[in-house]
């Protein structure tokens, strides 16, 4: 029975192959070239590998940091706008509904597209980015949050959904205030979906090369464009170090869900609550 059983699990899983193996096979291209090994195909010489350089290299410092700042703030405006979203959808009469409906339309539009409407807000010769001081940043963070804030609201409401607001209700007829109405009723409810769609924002702003290309100033830039710019516009002995910074921005992302599975898990044991 056991071993019918894995053999049923293994064919549904066959057609995943092909896409392990092309991850698989990236993955390993990359950490090969990072090591100074096969750096051309039009040349058998080998370089020294880039984690030294990365290591001592201020550019790379800069950039990463740089990058998780965004991230970051990306990640949290976009949570916050996102959820506070999908609780004005979730007290909306049903009617309205259908108007509401236009917070989907950033999830159906091209990140270029995006990143032109903000460039017309924020650039340096819009107004936006004369008062902010800082058009690059401003730029990019909002095109994140512009994405992003309707991908948190998307999951948020699927799970208000199924939420019965009289449970509020019967809570102030018991004298709970409005605060611990939310901590105990609504937090529980929404925390879950709002910290998945979290991670999935952050790891995206963190290693997105398009938006950054679109709107990212030259100096400090994302870890993703000085990648790009030192495997593409530098000579050979450059493509090492780049190789490098993108294995450890793949390691960080590894190590940043892990420790997120992780944390959910434990919750689901009961070791902690919400």
């Known amino acids: 029975m056991s071993r019918s059983w894995s053999i049923r699990r293994a064919c549904a899983l066959l057609p995943l192959l092909p896409f392990v193996l092309f991850i698989a096979a990236g993955v390993g291209y990359t950490v090969l070239q990072s ?3 096969w750096i051309s195909a039009h040349s058998a010489e080998s370089y020294p590998a880039g984690y030294a350089v990365i290591l001592r290299s201020a550019w790379f410092y800069r950039s990463l940091l740089y990058s998780l700042w965004i991230a970051t703030v990306s990640t949290l405006l976009s949570v916050v706008l996102g959820t506070l979203l999908a609780l004005l959808l979730r007290g909306l009469p049903q009617r309205l509904y259908p108007f509401a409906l236009m917070y989907k339309i950033p999830l159906i539009l091209p990140h270029v597209v995006i990143g032109l409407i903000v460039l017309l807000g924020f650039g340096r010769g819009a107004a936006l980015g004369r008062l902010l001081a800082a058009p690059g940043s401003s730029a990019l963070v909002s095109a994140y949050v512009f ?27 018991l004298g709970a205030g409005a605060l611990l109405s939310f901590r105990a009723l609504l ?14 924002v952050f790891l995206f702003s963190f290693g997105a090369f398009d938006l ?8 400090p830039a994302m870890l993703a464009i000085d990648v790009y710019n030192r495997y593409w516009y530098r000579d050979l002995s450059a493509r090492p170090a780049a190789m490098a910074s993108l294995v450890v921005m ?10 997120y599975f992780r944390l959910v898990r434990r919750q689901k044991h009961g070791i902690r609550h919400v």
């Open 147 to 173: 994405k992003s804030a309707s991908f948190v609201t998307l999951l948020v409401y699927a799970v208000l959904r199924g939420f019965d607001l009289r449970q509020l209700e019967t809570a102030r007829m």
């Open 250 to 259: 793949f390691l960080f992302s590894l190590l940043f869900v892990t420790v």
């Open 187 to 200: 937090l529980p409810v929404i925390l879950p979906p709002a910290a998945t769609a979290g991670v999935i």
């Open 35 to 37: 090591l100074g090994l």
């Open 212 to 219: 950054p290309f679109l709107l990212g100033a030259s100096r």
